[in-house]
């Protein structure tokens, strides 16, 4: 047999079980009207939530960086990679979640991966959500520790699991806005046990910074609870419209991961263009352009349901389950076709037979795009 068969054969088998992926080559600046071969479409699969990525003030911004700094960063943090933007985005984070200190990795997925696999060890302990991002896990499965996952969201079966750990030192890691289903960790519940059982608490807020609360600061303002986690990781790339991920937490934790790790030490820092278009992205992360989200998620939600689909949700991502891989594809080229990019999410990307539709919304649509959105899927899912 070839030494190359067998990635053929698995190739295979994904294209039969309709989980083979391609890419569309997009032609356009990310925004909620784009090109792809020509034609246009509306996007409602992007996470550029408040489309800041091309963003007028944002692209200046970019462009007096690019200019005053050049491209590349040229090192890692340590060595030669720190501008003084990357100290002043830092500087702006902190701020941001009320915290002592930040530190920028060059994304999220090695954030989350640096993060927990630097504060736990071996005899330590991690409790994640079973829906956690695949960077949460890939972090936990890179530590020393001990794995316990706790049903989705789920704080009575956490502090059971949290029961037969007493004594040993650990974290609790959540997503705060969950990725693929769009609803909201029970922050004030998570925190309260972390606290009472010794425990740190960590939330992913990929998709919550720039989208939950009135001033779009994330999880903790949504519920009033502003400072409560012990450990805020976040996403320059998604409301934000840059590249990047960051921590926010006290000094010590800061300054730890600084030195531990080995995602943050041992890369190249992100170059002073992205770095720029981060702290622009910050700037215009309004009450206003949050408010416009938060009103087309609520037009959108209202649409569906009017039209016989139920969907609900307080974040920037709408799921229409639809279960079968095939059918959500189907449905997903017949919007394409239609001038709409909805993204068809399946396995391993979220458990099998519970494939999706996941409908993502920005500030920037209009409410026209939004009803023509609905009455498709109000006729192909009846
Ligand atoms: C997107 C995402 C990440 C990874 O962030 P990148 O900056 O894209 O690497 C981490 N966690 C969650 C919950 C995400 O959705």
């Known amino acids: 047999m070839d030494k190359i068969d067998r990635y053929a054969d698995e190739l295979k088998r994904m294209r039969d079980e309709s989980l083979y992926r391609t890419m569309n080559v997009i032609e356009s600046a990310q925004s909620s009207n784009i090109t792809i071969d020509g034609k246009d479409y509306v996007l409602f699969a992007s996470n550029s939530y408040l489309d800041l990525c091309n963003d007028d003030y944002v692209k200046e911004c970019a462009q007096r960086a ?12 340590l060595t030669t990679g720190t501008t003084a933007l990357h100290d002043e985005l830092e500087r702006r984070l902190a701020l941001l979640k009320k915290r002592e200190s930040a530190i920028v990795f060059d994304t999220g997925y090695m954030t989350n991966v640096g993060v927990i696999s630097s504060i736990t060890s071996e005899g330590d302990i991690i409790f994640s959500d079973e829906l956690n991002h695949a960077s949460i896990i890939d972090g936990c499965r890179l530590s020393k520790a001990e794995l316990v996952i706790y049903r989705h969201n789920d704080m009575e079966d956490l502090e059971e699991k949290l029961r037969l750990y007493r004594g040993k030192h650990g974290l609790i890691v959540s997503d ?27 939330i992913d807020e990929a998709h919550a910074t720039g989208v939950l609360g009135s001033n779009g600061l994330g999880t903790e303002e949504y519920y009033g609870i502003e400072g409560a986690a012990d450990i805020v990781m976040g996403t320059l790339s998604k409301a934000v419209g840059s590249e990047g991920g960051f921590v926010c937490a006290d000094n010590t934790i800061v300054s730890y991961l600084r030195n531990k790790a080995r995602s943050f030490i041992f890369s190249t820092s992100l170059s002073p263009v992205t770095i720029a278009s981060a702290i622009a992205g910050l700037d215009c992360i309004t009450a206003e352009r949050v408010a416009a989200l938060r009103d087309n998620v609520r037009y959108l939600c209202d649409r569906l349901n009017e039209a016989g689909v139920n969907v609900k949700s307080d974040s ?11 059918k959500a594809l189907d449905i997903s080229a017949e919007l394409m076709k239609q001038g709409y ?9 979220v458990k099998k037979n519970s494939a999706r539709l996941r409908i993502t919304l920005m500030s920037s649509h209009t409410k026209e795009e939004i009803r023509g959105l609905a009455d498709l899927i109000g006729r192909y899912c009846k």
Not at 66 to 77: I, V, W
Not at 181 to 186: A, S
Not at 341 to 349: D, E, G, H, K, L
């Open 66 to 77: 690019l200019n005053m700094y050049g491209t590349g960063s040229g090192g890692s943090r």
């Open 176 to 202: 705060g806005v969950f990725s693929m289903d769009g609803d909201i960790v029970n922050l004030p519940r998570l925190v309260r046990l972390a606290d009472e059982y010794g425990k740190l608490s960590m």
């Open 316 to 326: 920037a991502i709408i799921p229409v389950i639809i279960g079968d891989e095939q």
């Open 341 to 349: 990019y909805v993204s068809a999410i399946r396995y391993p990307t």
